[in-house]
């Protein structure tokens, strides 16, 4: 992968990659297995850049884990470029593998579908519960992902909960692992800080259309705020939402904002593939 810069004024081409957020780490890794060029030419990082110099940066190539198994099998891509994936993910299947599901995850199919186009590696950036619908990001390269993690990343959900919900509501309430499961969350005063903004958009019966704003990113926060709040996820039987009719909880991450890293374009992207509201019709 190559990423191009040009140069504004006077200075060490060490200092210009650092001001872009080039890790010793990475560095290194470009000096054995990548190169770096100014006005298409070989130089080290000691090169003296002059204003208007263009700075190609060729990173070094990476190898997936020997643990993935890539498979072949359609995505639903929602927005692709030359440094990010982004996919729409169904239920019943794991972002990434986990003991009790080893393969099948939904990167070994992104890197399924990246070998057969340009050879990059996914990296994971967002990531949703096994039952979980709706967007998920992939990184092309490693550096990539490091950059995807200082991005100031908005994210918004659907969920149908049990009983009506208030109009609109702030939960601020810290989550942290319950003590005696390797999975369950909880509120507790020992945990994290989690603030979860939301809005009920409809109601019906006894439940409730609920679009929520993940302010901070906790492990299963949206499904822990709200059975904190008595109004329990449909189908998340771990917090409370158990239905007769749906084995996996009624929750879809529908839009993700973001500054792009590379060309610092705003990006939003939807999901319209899993429809919540008309399972919402249908509860």
Not at 158 to 168: F, I, K, M, Q
Not at 218 to 225: A, K, Y
Request: hydrophobic share 35%.
């Amino acid at each position: 992968m190559k990423l191009s810069y040009r140069v504004e004024s006077t200075q060490l081409l060490r200092e210009f990659l650092q001001a872009q957020r080039y890790s010793k780490k990475t560095l290194s890794a470009i000096k054995r297995n990548g190169a770096l060029f100014v006005n298409n030419r070989f130089v080290t990082v000691r090169e003296v850049l002059q204003p208007g110099d263009i700075v190609d940066v060729h990173l070094q190539e990476e190898q997936y884990s020997d643990y993935l198994q890539p498979f072949q099998q359609d995505l639903k891509i929602l927005y692709e470029d030359q440094f990010l994936l982004i996919v729409s993910k169904g239920a019943q299947q794991n972002c990434a593998p986990s003991r009790e599901h080893p393969h099948g995850s939904l990167i070994e199919q992104a890197l399924g579908y990246l070998q057969s186009t340009d050879e990059t590696v996914p990296h994971i950036v967002t990531r949703l519960d096994r039952n979980t619908l709706g967007i998920v990001i992939f990184a092309k390269h490693g550096f990539i992902h490091h950059l995807m993690s200082s991005c100031h990343l908005k994210k918004w959900y659907l969920a149908v909960c049990e009983g009506h919900t208030p109009r609109e509501g702030l939960i601020d309430a810290p989550i942290g692992r319950r003590s005696n499961s390797i999975i369950e969350r909880q509120v507790t005063a020992e945990g994290k800080r989690a603030l979860t903004r939301y809005t009920t958009l409809q109601t019906s019966h006894n439940y409730s259309l609920c679009e929520a704003q993940l302010i901070t990113g906790r492990t299963h926060q949206l499904r822990v705020h709200f059975a904190h709040i008595h109004h329990p996820i449909v189908g998340d039987s771990l917090y409370g939402g158990a239905h007769s009719k749906y084995s996996i909880q009624l929750l879809r991450c529908v839009c993700v904002h973001f500054q792009h890293p590379i060309t610092n374009k705003q990006i939003e992207i939807k999901d319209n593939y899993h429809s919540i509201e008309t399972i919402f019709n249908m509860v």
